[in-house]
């Protein structure tokens, strides 16, 4: 079946502008995860969605950070007057429940670029 | 707090050799863990998790992990290691119970050599 999907798969953007990066899910998959990963590191957990709901927000860095899963499926990742330390791929991830031995399904990512 | 540790940032094997990647963890309960491999330009593929029972879990592409509670390592294994294993890989821990977002290792190039 269709894995976790994520558009755009790479953007280029200008220090001050606003990006918005979509995240689609695995079918039936409630709970949507947003990391992020810098270059040489591994993925750091941005926000976690029960359905609608964002359950965990403790990894946004600052307001300018926002997260959407407004039907329960597909969420979107916004962030607004983007600064060149943003630069990172940025990773979304699905599982069936939000239970704690699910695994999490991850997509390909989009690879954010600030100048 | 939760933490993960690769102690090595690239491991070199001939291919056909055994292969090890090592993980430490740090939770205060009980922990779940995962190893994921990253290929060039791709996400993260899941290859195996621990959740409870018994310590040596097997998974995907011939890999294996042994959970050691003592030692608090899931230390990832595979007898006979192929050129197309070159790779990075992760591991992850979350804690049972407390949350479910994964914290990540910064990760192990894997370099297997023909």
């Known amino acids: 079946g269709a894995g976790v999907s994520q558009t755009p798969s790479n953007k280029v953007t200008e220090k001050g502008k606003y990006v918005e990066l979509r995240c689609d899910p695995i079918?039936?998959?409630?709970?949507l995860y947003w990391y992020r990963q810098s270059l040489g590191q591994g993925p750091e957990f941005l926000i976690y969605?029960?359905?609608?709901?964002?359950?965990?927000d403790s990894g946004l860095p600052n307001d300018r950070f926002f997260a959407v899963r407004p039907e329960g499926s597909v969420s979107t990742l916004k962030i607004q007057r983007t600064e060149r330390g943003d630069s990172a791929v940025y990773l979304c991830?699905?599982?069936?429940?939000?239970?704690?031995?699910?695994?999490?399904?991850f997509g390909p990512g989009t690879r954010l670029t600030v100048l | 707090a939760q933490s993960v540790a690769q102690p090595e940032d690239q491991v070199n094997v001939a291919e056909g050799n055994p292969l090890t990647v090592k993980c430490t963890y740090s939770?205060?309960?009980?922990?779940?863990l995962f190893w994921y491999v990253q290929y060039p330009n791709r996400g993260l593929q899941f290859l195996l998790k621990?959740?409870?029972?018994?310590?040596l879990v097997k998974g995907s592409y011939g890999f294996e992990a042994e959970f050691n509670k003592s030692q608090t390592s899931f230390h990832l294994k595979k007898p006979s290691a192929l050129v197309s294993d070159s790779a990075l890989y992760f591991c992850?821990?979350?804690?049972?119970?407390?949350?479910?977002?994964?914290?990540f290792g910064t990760g192990t190039l894997l370099a297997v050599q023909p």
């Open positions: 991830a699905s599982s069936p429940t939000s239970g704690g031995a699910d695994t999490q399904y």
């Open positions: 079918s039936g998959h409630t709970a």
């Open positions: 969605f029960q359905g609608t709901g964002a359950a965990d």
């Open positions: 939770v205060s309960g009980n922990p779940y």
């Open positions: 621990y959740i409870t029972g018994d310590n």
């Open positions: 992850a821990v979350r804690e049972a119970g407390a949350t479910n977002k994964l914290i």
